[in-house]
């Protein structure tokens, strides 16, 4: 394997977990479908899809141990203030790390998303 090609989280409301994307993180819509939405960050080359779910979640814990990770152009704090402003739930601080700066965001279905502004 020499790429992740693409991914996709199941969500349980897939109306809310879009607002959040689009409306508190700033992902823009690529495709919809009345059963997933395709997500890009800032017309880059990232994507993913959030999704009805494919099997019954009923009682079942989501986004545990998940966590997919955005490289950002701008600055680290000015994204910490935006998203502090839109009340999103962030885990931790700034935190530096060995690729540089990153700030930990955690969805509706408890996933991280995690933003990374490199060395």
């Known amino acids: 394997m020499r790429k992740l090609a693409f991914a996709s989280l199941q969500v349980r409301d897939l109306d809310l977990s879009k607002d959040f994307y689009t409306n508190k993180l700033g992902f823009e819509i690529a495709v919809q479908t ?9 017309q880059g080359d990232a994507s993913f899809a959030i999704r009805k779910p494919m099997i019954n979640l009923e009682g079942k814990e989501l ?12 600055n ?3 994204l910490r203030e935006q998203f502090t402003a839109a009340e999103v739930e962030m885990l931790g601080s700034i935190n530096t790390t060995p690729f ?15 933003f990374l502004q490199a060395n």
């Open 34 to 42: 009345p059963e997933a939405c395709v997500f890009s960050y800032k």
């Open 63 to 74: 986004g545990v141990g998940t966590s997919l990770w955005f490289a950002i152009d701008g």
């Open 76 to 78: 680290i704090e000015d």
């Open 100 to 114: 540089g700066k990153t700030l930990i965001v955690k969805d509706p279905d408890g996933y991280n998303i995690t």
